[in-house]
């Protein structure tokens, strides 16, 4: 049973920065992707980021340079450094993954994944 378990959520003011794990429990793929989601009230789940099994990543637009989001295969565990954060980046966070990549442009349509965490919270302001 694929479990992901995110972690580092929490409030801060604009400009500081914040950093999300997500625990990829009992998942191995070697073709795998994994993603990053996030929807805030009364919105849509947007893509955020994501990366595949051979470390390309991809970010939304509205990113402008301020995620990196990096795997740890060696501890299953993926991360996502955000800074410069913005209240508009307030949401509940989600990570996602798919044994397989979906493509350039699937990578970050959330229908295209197969297991999602629980999400944690991020409030800026």
């Known amino acids: 049973h694929v479990q992901l378990v995110e972690s580092g959520g929490g409030s801060v003011q604009p400009g500081e920065p914040l950093r999300l794990s997500c625990a990829t429990c009992k998942y191995t793929s070697t073709t795998h992707c994994v993603g990053w989601f996030r929807q805030a009230p009364g919105k849509e789940r947007e893509g955020v980021a994501a990366i595949a099994h051979d470390g390309t990543t991809s970010y939304a637009d509205f990113v402008s340079g301020r995620f990196t989001t990096s795997e740890d295969g060696a501890k299953n565990t993926l991360s996502l450094q955000m800074s410069s954060l913005k209240p508009e980046d307030t949401a509940t966070y989600y990570c996602?993954?798919?044994?397989?990549?979906?493509?350039?442009?699937?990578?970050?349509?959330?229908?295209?994944?197969?297991?999602w965490g629980q999400g944690t919270q991020v409030t800026v302001s």
């Open positions: 996602a993954a798919k044994a397989t990549y979906p493509g350039v442009a699937a990578v970050l349509v959330g229908s295209a994944y197969d297991y």
